[in-house]
């Protein structure tokens, strides 16, 4: 991990993904669990997702980002990360967040698994009814 003495921290979460993040002043690097944005995810939409935060409020190459992601899927810890960098940028400049709460990068997604219920083979799926 890189020296962060002057770095802004954040925790973005999306179903079972946790993100956490650290920006800092720099380039514009953005490293994920020790790896470039390109190498950690193949989908482009995913970098996109990563990305938009950044767009929105025209910060792009102003911060190095250092986020250790863990749990879910990519989608999830794509989304985590967003939510993880749009904090990050709140914490960073408070006038940022009408922008990014408008834009919904601000709001944690509650959606998560539904859980098995018993007599049943799934959340919501039952047994086969047979009349005979």
């Known amino acids: 991990m890189p020296d962060m003495s002057h770095a802004f921290y954040a925790t973005g979460r999306r179903k079972q993904a946790i993100a956490r993040v650290w920006m800092s002043p720099g380039s514009g690097q953005v490293t994920i669990n020790d790896r470039t944005l390109d190498d950690?995810?193949?989908?482009?939409?995913?970098?996109?997702?990563?990305?938009?935060?950044?767009?929105?409020t025209e910060t792009v190459g102003r911060y190095d980002i250092f986020v250790n992601v863990c749990g879910g899927g990519l989608a999830g810890q794509a989304d985590a990360i967003r939510h993880g960098i749009s904090r990050g940028l709140c914490r960073i400049n408070e006038t940022f967040r009408p922008t990014l709460k408008k834009?919904?990068?601000l709001t944690r997604d509650a959606r998560i698994k539904e859980r098995k219920k018993y007599g049943q083979p799934g959340a919501r799926k039952r047994f086969q009814y047979s009349k005979r």
């Open 40 to 56: 950690y995810f193949g989908r482009a939409t995913s970098r996109m997702v990563v990305r938009q935060p950044l767009e929105l």
């Open 103 to 105: 834009a919904g990068y």
